[in-house]
């Protein structure tokens, strides 16, 4: 196989994707957009064997996003039995202030992935960071009225329940 590349190599059959170092590794580029970039460097293959220091590692924040995501699937699976309960046993105040913790924060999750997809924060720096502490805000705001209503009013089963059957009583009113 290595003397297939270094004939293709030498010959210039690869376009000029291959190229040998004086180690004897070969490094294959590949297109990015600032041109033509090499994928290995010649200092891993120092005597045929890779050297653990030169080896990048993952960051520690790429093993955050498979935590993220079981987090996720985990306030959505918790959310299903709560709004279950709240339409066939109705208002519960146990219910109630779950969903007033569940709903937030599953809301906050699912904008949470909108900002890290469309600000990142290696091209939108300030803005990135502004708009995750806003967020913070709102999720936080959005408690604060569940609780208060929880606790002032009649919870949010029954607060959702009027809210949905507004419209119907407001037309069976007018007859």
Same mark, same amino acid.
């Given at each position: 196989?290595?003397?297939?590349? !270094? ?33 290995? !460097? ?108 929880? !606790?002032?009013?009649?919870?949010? !089963? ?18």
């Amino acid at each position: 196989m290595s003397t297939l590349l !270094t004939h293709l190599t030498r010959r210039g059959a690869l376009g000029g994707i291959a190229r040998r170092h004086a180690v004897g590794a070969v490094t294959f580029h590949t297109a990015t957009a600032s041109g033509f970039k090499a994928t290995q !460097t010649p200092e891993l293959f120092g005597d045929d064997v890779p050297n653990p220091q030169a080896v990048p590692q993952p960051a520690e924040s790429r093993i955050k996003g498979s935590y993220h995501w079981m987090n996720e699937r985990a306030v959505s699976i918790i959310s299903v039995p709560l709004l279950a309960t709240a339409f066939v046993y109705g208002a519960h105040p146990i219910n109630d202030m779950l969903m007033g913790i569940v709903l937030p924060v599953h809301a906050y999750m699912g904008f949470q992935q909108v900002l890290l997809d469309y600000f990142e924060a290696r091209r939108w720096p300030v803005t990135s960071r502004l708009l995750k502490y806003a967020l913070v805000a709102m999720t936080g705001l959005s408690m604060f009225g569940a609780w208060r209503i929880n !606790t002032t009013d009649v919870g949010l !089963t029954n607060y959702f329940a009027r809210l949905w059957n507004a419209n119907k009583t407001k037309k069976s009113g007018d007859d």
